[in-house]
Structure formats: structure tokens, C-alpha cells
């Protein structure tokens, strides 16, 4: 067992004390919290991480002291700062995964992504994530959750239609063309993308294979709000709190922005890719 999932087993083993020396069921503590009584399971055996408001809101919840709460926020911090593997991290579970993006997520209000290997998860289609995450199991031996995974993903992309919410997109060409699942799957997650580019809220643009690049492509990176960053590699998964690191990825995020094609051209893009997929399809089957 890693030290991050361990770490996870302790806290979900506070607040179930917690709970429990308050005389109150899980779905009791739920409604009093507003959320899905999943969740309070999900937290309590360790197949969800808590983010600091959760655990603050349990912690007024049940009526613990303020040195509870004061511990409470130190095991997550700790948690969250955590550089686990993501081969330990994938074995909690895939599901697991994604319910925490979506926490993360619903406390979020300007949403930056660059993603330079493959659709960003808010904007994947089901059967797209499924190849994704046959990938991840096998590279990753990660837990046999892909239908719940999917699922939890197609629920986190309601978020989109949240007009409160601003959502900034950004992907390379190449990362249109990456066949990460076969053809017909991929020309309906470009209709997706397609679709998606005429929300309101969201600014979705493509960096063209002839535009003049700022930077070597490298990691993906997510930028929630001003407040924190994520960055995937191959074997960790980075969360930087740092206002420079945070800062270092906006000028980044930035410059990517002024060199790529949105809205009409944007689309323009995507379609090209999208008849050079048809072009493919008809030389397989003469």
C-alpha cells in the first residue's frame, strides 16, 4: 500500500470517529451537509480524498473542537502535497480519480487547461474516455473501474453548462490527430469538440501545426482559479500552491493563447483534421 493511499485510510478513519461519536448516520451527516451520501462514504473508506472545505464543513457538522479542525486541515495538506506515484494512485481505483477532480473541480470558477497529448477530460466523449482509461489500466495496473469511471467523468463534464463557470481550453493540433482510439471514435469526439466551442463560456483554442511556437510542448498543466496548479507527468502528479508556479503557468498558458486559432478559425482546424480522417477511412476500405 502507498503512503498516499495509507494516508488517505487515516483520515477517513478521523472523520468516521467523528461522526460517530456525534450519534449520526452517514445519511444523516449528509443531509445536513447537502451532499450525496456516497460522498460521505467515498470519504470514509478512502476512495475519494477530502479537500480542506470538507473536512472543515464535517468538523462544524459533528461540533468539534478547533484543535480537531486544526488537525483535520493539517492531514489533508499533507495529503494533497503529497507526490505519490501515479501507479499507486491508479491502484486506489479509477473511479476514485475522478470523483476527486470533481471536488476539485465544483470549487472552481476559472478553469486554464493545456493539454498537449490528448482531449482534455472535460470535453471527452464516452467511448474516446474508454480507450483512454483501457490505456491507463494497462499502463498503470489500475483498479477494473472503467464503466464507473467513464460514468463519473461524463458527470463531471455537467459542470460545462454552468454559466457561473469560465472555462479556457487550449490543445495542439497534434493532439486532435493522436489515435488514441479508432477513427470512427475519433471523428465523433471532434464533433464533440465542435459542439463544445459554441458554449458560451467556453474558449476553446487549437494551436495549428504551421503556428510559430513559444515554447517547447511539454507536460500538460491545469490552472483552477489563481489558487492552484496541476501538473501530470509520467510517474507523479505535481499540485503547486506556489503564487510563482502559479504565475510561471498563467504567462505560459498565455503565450500558447496568442499563437493559436479560436472560435470560426479554431473550428476551421478541426474540420481539417476531420476530412483528413475520412481521407484515411476511404484508403483502408479500397
Same mark, same amino acid.
Given at each position: 500500500m502507498s503512503s498516499f493511499q495509507q494516508a488517505r485510510?487515516?483520515?477517513g478513519m478521523h472523520l468516521r470517529q467523528l461522526r460517530?461519536?456525534? !450519534? ?57 502535497? @503529497? !507526490? *505519490? ?54 499502463? &498503470? ?11 463519473? @467523468? ?5 459542470? /460545462? &453548462?454552468?454559466?457561473?463557470? @469560465? ?25 464533440? /469538440? ?39 507527468? @509520467? ?13 510561471? &503557468? ?13 472560435? *470560426? ?22
Amino acid at each position: 500500500m502507498s503512503s498516499f493511499q495509507q494516508a488517505r485510510i487515516d483520515l477517513g478513519m478521523h472523520l468516521r470517529q467523528l461522526r460517530e461519536a456525534a !450519534h449520526l448516520s452517514g445519511k444523516e451527516l449528509a443531509e445536513r451537509l447537502a451532499w450525496q451520501p456516497s460522498k460521505v462514504s467515498r470519504l470514509e473508506n478512502a476512495r475519494q480524498t477530502a479537500s480542506e472545505d470538507d473536512v472543515v464543513v464535517w468538523a462544524q457538522a459533528v461540533d468539534a473542537p478547533p484543535e480537531v479542525v486544526d488537525k483535520l486541515i493539517a492531514q489533508v495538506i499533507s495529503l494533497v502535497e @503529497r !507526490h *505519490d506515484s501515479w501507479r499507486q494512485r491508479h491502484r486506489s481505483g479509477l473511479a476514485a480519480i475522478q470523483e476527486d477532480m470533481r471536488d476539485l473541480e465544483a470549487r472552481t470558477q476559472l478553469f486554464r487547461v493545456f493539454e498537449p497529448g490528448l482531449v482534455i477530460g472535460l470535453l471527452q466523449t464516452a467511448e474516446y474516455a474508454r480507450n483512454v482509461f483501457a490505456k491507463v489500466k494497462r499502463l &498503470y495496473s489500475a483498479a477494473e473501474e472503467i464503466d464507473a469511471a467513464i460514468r463519473v @467523468r461524463m458527470q463531471r463534464q455537467e459542470i /460545462l &453548462y454552468d454559466g457561473r463557470r @469560465r472555462f479556457r481550453f487550449l490543445m495542439p493540433e497534434a493532439a486532435l490527430r493522436y489515435r488514441l482510439a479508432p477513427l470512427n471514435v475519433m471523428r465523433g469526439q471532434l464533433d464533440r /469538440l465542435l459542439a463544445v466551442s459554441t458554449l458560451p463560456n467556453v474558449e476553446f483554442g487549437v494551436v495549428p501545426f504551421e503556428a510559430p511556437l513559444p515554447s517547447a510542448v511539454l507536460n500538460g498543466f491545469w490552472i483552477y482559479n489563481e489558487t492552484l496548479v496541476g501538473v501530470a507527468t @509520467r510517474t507523479k502528479e505535481l499540485m503547486l500552491r506556489d503564487p510563482e508556479d502559479i504565475a510561471f &503557468y498563467g504567462r505560459v498558458f498565455e503565450e500558447f493563447c496568442e499563437i493559436a486559432a479560436f472560435d *470560426d478559425e479554431a473550428r476551421a482546424v478541426i474540420v481539417r483534421v476531420l476530412d483528413d480522417f475520412d481521407r484515411q477511412t476511404e484508403t483502408a476500405t479500397d
